[in-house]
């Protein structure tokens, strides 16, 4: 079956404009996670879904960014206002349940560059 | 707060040499710990994790909780395991912290 996707792939925007990053996970997947990934660094936790609701949003770096996961699927990240600092590779994780059992399987990632 | 440190960013062994990634963790709590890879021009994905004992594609890594480490091994290396390792650690509400990464090449 097909794997998590995310959309766009690239993503150039000019400071202080606003973005919008989609994950669609796994059918059936009820964990959804996003990470943001710096150049040679490796992923850094943002946000985690459990269904529609966000468990754990200690993550993510500011009140610019917010997530949605209204339906239990897909997923939306938005960036207000949009600095420098932002460009990154934002991934998507889905995973069917939660704790060391379940495996988090990632999306190929939106790689998002701040002029 | 949780941490996962790999020492090496660049890792070069030949083919049929014996390879070792060094990932070391602090955490309060009881770890659950995994290792990721990267191949070129794909995802992210899970190569193993400690809870399994499992052996995947001839590498396996040990939980030393007396030295925080969670080292990947293989005996003899090849070519296609090169590629970018990350180890990472699982807290609470199943969230990964992972480390910078190890790039591995494996030399012909």
């Known amino acids: 079956g097909a794997g998590v996707s995310q959309t766009p792939s690239n993503k150039v925007t000019e400071k202080g404009k606003y973005v919008e990053l989609r994950c669609d996970p796994i059918s059936g997947h009820t964990a959804l996670y996003w990470y943001r990934q710096s150049l040679g660094q490796g992923p850094e936790f943002l946000i985690y879904f459990q269904g529609t609701g966000a468990a754990d949003d200690s993550g993510l770096p500011n009140d610019r960014f917010f997530a949605v996961r209204p339906e239990g699927s897909v997923s939306t990240l938005k960036i207000q206002r949009t600095e420098r600092g932002d460009s990154a590779v934002y991934l998507c994780?889905?995973?069917?349940?939660?704790?060391?059992?379940?495996?988090?399987?990632f999306g190929p990632g939106t790689r998002l560059l701040v002029l | 707060a949780q941490r996962v440190t790999q020492p090496e960013k660049l890792l070069s062994v030949f083919k049929g040499a014996p390879v070792e990634l060094k990932c070391n963790y602090s955490y309060s709590g009881s770890p659950e710990l995994f290792w990721y890879v990267q191949y070129s021009r794909q995802r992210l994905q899970l190569l193993l994790r400690h809870i399994s004992r499992e052996s995947i594609k001839g590498f396996t890594a040990d939980l030393n909780k007396g030295e925080t480490s969670f080292h990947l091994k293989k005996p003899f290396a090849q070519e296609e395991d090169s590629a970018m390792y990350y180890c990472?650690?699982?807290?609470?509400?199943?969230?990964?912290?992972f480390g910078e990464g190890t790039q591995l090449t494996v030399n012909p």
């Open positions: 994780a889905s995973s069917a349940g939660t704790g060391g059992q379940e495996t988090q399987y």
């Open positions: 990472a650690l699982e807290t609470s509400g199943s969230r990964l912290t």
